[in-house]
């Protein structure tokens, strides 16, 4: 695990934004269960289904087509077997389905709605689980829609391998270590049933940069370690079809592991963290932060200890 990832940190406070998301392997001698718990989207998203401010009066505030909307948290528990099944349990009414039938998986990720299932093969399939959490800062709204398998991605370039996923609320990013390549997914088409690739695209594989590398949706844009121009220590922000925007770059030694919050982005560094944050203007207003070990020990020790 590396040092910093600030997933790992156990002083980080929860974002207010996010319900955190079980995920558990249970591996017996032949054959192993993969488990999710799915229980609301990442911060901000409303993944493909929050329709525009309504103009009709009678429609009902927080409305999205096609969904009901519950008063509580909507919780299903999506299990995929060693064969590639895909099944749902909702765990507030009981019944249970089988939404997909898929390729055996070797790993998953998932953003609270929609589940990733990727494999050595270079091939990644999403299903949405049909359950999510809008937050509206003061209030929040539970969704639930029909669970459904949305569809496929495949890698074109350079060996097979198991891809890299990280969701977030506008882009979805899909990446191949070893080869570079970068696929972007619109997150909103994600939520409607659809693969829409925003773009595909040639990034610095670890191979040519070392290290595990980084690229991570931010808002309508990306932050990419993997410019080979500029080395593997350097996060730089890319526009959503992979772009580089001048001038909006900051060092990070040996980045890994990123979390939303509300404040911004986190990637965890070697010696510290990289916190992104962005005003209305997104990228002209970018601002990176490098928090270094030191302050954030310092930080720690300021912090009250536990009853």
Do not use: K
């Not at 099944?87 to 990733?116: C, H, I, N």
């Not at 890319?238 to 990070?252: F, K, N, P």
């Amino acid at each position: 695990m590396h040092p910093n990832d600030p997933s790992s940190d156990p002083t980080r406070r929860p974002p207010r934004r996010t319900r955190p998301l079980a995920l558990v392997a249970a591996t017996a001698a032949t054959a192993a269960t993969l488990v999710v718990l799915t229980a609301c989207s990442a911060p901000g998203s409303s993944s493909g289904s929050d329709a525009a401010a309504p103009t009709d009066a009678s429609t009902p505030h927080g409305y999205v087509e096609g969904a009901s909307e519950g008063n509580e948290p909507q919780l299903r528990l999506a299990t995929i077997d060693p064969e590639g099944r895909v099944d749902l349990l909702d765990l507030l009414t009981g019944d249970d389905e089988t939404v997909a039938e898929l390729e055996p998986a070797d790993g998953l990720s998932t953003d609270g709605r929609f589940v990733f299932a990727t494999r050595a093969s270079g091939t990644v399939d999403v299903v949405d689980t049909g359950v999510w959490t809008v937050d509206h800062g003061d209030h929040s709204h539970y969704y639930r829609a029909e669970a459904r398998q949305v569809g496929s991605i495949e890698a074109t370039a350079g060996a097979a391998e198991e891809a890299r996923v990280v969701p977030g609320a506008d882009l979805t990013t899909v990446r191949f270590p070893a080869s570079g390549e970068q696929i972007v997914l619109d997150t909103e088409a994600l939520g409607a049933g659809e693969i829409d690739e925003v773009a595909r695209f040639d990034g610095a594989g670890t191979g040519a940069l070392g290290g595990e590398g980084v690229l991570v949706p931010f808002g309508d844009s990306l932050l990419s370690s993997t410019v080979a121009d500029l080395g593997p220590d350097v996060i730089a922000v890319l526009d959503r079809e992979g772009r580089l925007v001048e001038g909006a770059e900051a060092e990070c030694v040996d980045p890994r592991g990123s979390i939303e919050t509300r404040v911004g982005v986190v990637i965890g560094c070697a010696d510290g963290a990289l916190l992104a944050t962005t005003g209305e203007a997104a990228a002209d207003a970018l601002s990176l932060i490098h928090i270094s070990e030191p302050t954030r020990r310092q930080a720690r020790s300021r912090m009250p200890s536990s009853p």
